[in-house]
């Protein structure tokens, strides 16, 4: 091996061997950098998993994906007549405001609060064929505040996720204190996990066949839930959880079943586009009397 | 003389047009779609490495050790060849690792629910009462695939089929035109009304929008089409009308070629 640099060494191995550095240029010096990650050697661990040059490589596309079939031959093209709106206009969102130019102590101030409102909205465009709203994600969200006082129950909450949906769960830490709910910060309570492709997929039709038409007094989705950007929720309780065929069948490890949020995180840019979304995928809505 | 003719008068003294609202009433798809050879190789050779790939069966989890369904996990799946020190192994030395030979995929045969070798009559029995019953797909033909039976809506399972009538000349979506007696009605409402009567009341089906999904526009006419799904029921012919559920390939035969060309692009391909 050829040896870089005038210097001479008495070992080229140290030179050789030695890992290799970032040359990352310091952004901010308020701004942290952990150039440790940012070492040459982790880049591998960077490749999504599901290509075949990742370390942990898992093959993704193992059969036919039924739902997301469904979605490209049928609920697109419907989804674009169905949101057709004649001279549609763009509806602009309520956006930060300046403080105007009169003042040159306004110049670098940070902008002033939409009107009437805290946070600024974002446009509502109108649907064309390339913004037919899709189910982008899902994520289940299983808070348990018996954690709290046994934390064993944490692997409960997450070997239960994991069974359902196939997916490595991530721990969830309480954020605040909050002395009478005995919340600490940074102590562990429950588990989330965030579904994409397949697993989402899968999930999706496990829920609407499987599960939901078997629970009785399930009557929809509420038509208010919805954070109006088009992210919907809902939650089924620690009773519902067992109409998962993958609990139901080995109800004897688990019993301990906690109950969860389930979120869909859509493109729609409206709750009322991702209603229309999920009710296509089959999800019955009410109206909450 | 050009710019004359592009002009826009206030008013025209054109022939009243007939409208009329024409229904594109289609069957989804009921199961997957029938992919091409090569596409299913692909999922097979994916499907076999993710099996290569994956981890242990956690057989400690689901069948704890002396439980009956861990003894019958046991009977079924015998333990691999014992990496002994002492034996040369021409074909390469066994990997065991809590009890798995690393070097190949693992198959778990997990115990049946349902008996095996029980005759059809008992397994039909089963079948309504058992939620363990084994679990038989079934086929993607059927018998009005077999018979040709063009009128079936139990055809072509994988495919998008859309209603086509015969008005005694030839073959067309089913069309309804205002009469100029009614009242001014919406579009789908004509088309609904139009379809009622033709096929009878014992039809579920979703309008998709109402706004029509294309115009056909002539001298003299006005063509709406309006998109919708048939979800449930059967269509009946009420007077004798001849009519078949087609796919998008067999409507460009039975179909006039123009009118074809004009609506292809509204047509499903799988």
Redesign the interface.
Known sequence: MMIKGSIRCFSSSSRALRAGYSTVEPVHHLVKIRKAALKPGYKDLLIPKNDIRAVG????????D?VH??YV??IQ??ML??F?E?DAKVIEGNKKRSWGTDSPYALYRNLKKPKGLSKPTKDIHPVTYKNIPELKSIVINAYNSDALDESWLNISTKLQLSQITNVKPKQLYNKSNVLPWKVREGKPCGAKVELTGRDMNQFLSTLTELVLPRIRTFKGIKNTSGDSNGNISFGLTSEDVKYFPEIEN?QE?FPNLFGFHITFKTSARTDEQARTLLSSYGFPFYNPA | MLSKVNLRAYSSAVKPSSISSTLLLSRNPVITADIPKFEDQYFKYQNELWRRLMWTFPKWFYYRVGTLSEQRFRELNKRPLYNNPNIEYPRGRPEIRQERDRRFKQEVILPKTYEENKSSEDEEAAANTSMSRKITPNSRTTKADESGDTSSLERKLARTLYLVINDGKSWKFPNFSLQSTEAVKPLHLLAEEGLYQIGGKNINYFNVSNTPCHLINKDDSKEYLIKSHILSGQFVPQQSLKFMWLTKEELSEHLDATYFKEVEHLLNEI
């Open positions: 490589f898992k093959p993704e596309e193992i059969c036919q039924r079939e469904h031959n049928t093209s419907d007549l169905h057709y004649h080995f490890l």
